[in-house]
């Protein structure tokens, strides 16, 4: 089954074509139009132009996409397209021009839920880890969460951050150091300078939470520290580099710490990381050396699957069409849209 896939719940318009059948995901093209640069100057998201900038460009990115995958709308069987959670005006392109494309070609049409493209994006290249429960990190500029994933469309919600996203948390440390938007890959890039025992940033504290976690503090933390060391302007180049890279460490332990502890519980032998910060070299170094200890395996999808994408739209779309799940026109795009049952 041919499947035209269509994201837009925030700052990228993406669009795919995939081939599903039974469990198997062809990806025939996978094209992202990234506005970072739009809203570099703003130091974060500015909602509007978002919303505002998939109009302009979402028509060609799927006509790009059909070309590349050698196929032509006609071909096309079904649509699926993310309609939460996100930036309200963003999700309503997408799911809008999803919608009157399919009901205008008289092809079946589902709606996604974009946390759970981003959890189960892992069967794209490993269609195994379909078949057992895993353990699901979801780490991005919006989310952080871990979950329980029993199979398609049974996910436990076992806890996410009571305040800001990591990928949040690495953005603001980076605005605090000086450093170009997004933060992630900026800070990724200046603490190899750095020593992560230069600072010692305390671990957030969640009462009778197992999984629940808090970047917050840590932002805060990281002001102080820049300004104990005299201000922005008084660092030096070291200075910044050992800020960044304690910084990252603790945001890391964090994160590897209460997938550790819910890996255990759990008794699952896979943990798959998806988001924006499943790129940091120091979080992958970090599970890599964790793997043979604890008996685990650390999936990560690769980039293009990692961040956001249409290609894990449209192959969960092709397994909830599989298991008779559609939608009809009425479908709201829904911006906090929840995931699962929380635990
Ligand atoms: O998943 P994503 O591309 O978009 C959404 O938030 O939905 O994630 C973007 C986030 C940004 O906060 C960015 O700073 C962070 O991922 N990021 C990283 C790295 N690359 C991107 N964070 C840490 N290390 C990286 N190498
Ligand atoms: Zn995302």
Known sequence: MKILGIETSCDETA??????????????????????????????????????????????????????????????????????????????????????????????????????????????????????????????????????????????????????????????????????????????????????????????QIKNARYAFSFSGLKTSVRHEIERRGGLTALSEKDKADVAASFQQAAIRALVLKALKAARDKKVDDVVIVGGVAANTRLRAECASLEKKEGLRFHFPAFKYCTDNGAMIAALGGRLLEAGIHHDETLPAVSRLPVGEAA
């Open 15 to 204: 669009a795919a074509v995939v081939d599903y059948s039974r469990g198997e995901t062809r990806v025939l093209s996978n094209f992202i139009y990234s506005q970072v640069a739009l809203h570099a100057p703003y130091g974060g998201i500015v909602p509007e132009l978002a919303a505002r900038k998939h109009i302009e460009t979402l028509a060609a990115l799927v006509r790009k996409s059909l070309e590349e995958a050698k196929t032509s709308m006609d071909e096309i069987e079904a649509i699926a397209a993310t309609h939460g959670p996100g930036l309200i005006g963003s999700l309503l392109v997408g799911l809008s021009y999803a919608k009157a494309l399919a009901f205008g070609r008289k092809i079946p049409f589902v709606g996604v839920n974009h946390v759970e493209a981003h959890l189960t994006s892992c069967w794209i290249e490993k269609p195994e880890l379909a078949q057992k429960p895993f353990l699901g990190l979801v780490v991005s500029g919006g989310h952080t969460a871990l979950f329980y994933v029993k199979k398609l469309s049974n996910y436990t919600r076992l806890g996410s951050t009571r305040d800001d996203a990591v990928g949040e948390a690495f953005d603001k440390a980076a605005k605090l150091l000086g450093l170009p938007y997004p933060g992630g890959p900026a800070i990724d890039r200046l603490a190899k300078e750095g020593s992560e025992k230069a600072v010692h940033f305390p671990r957030a």
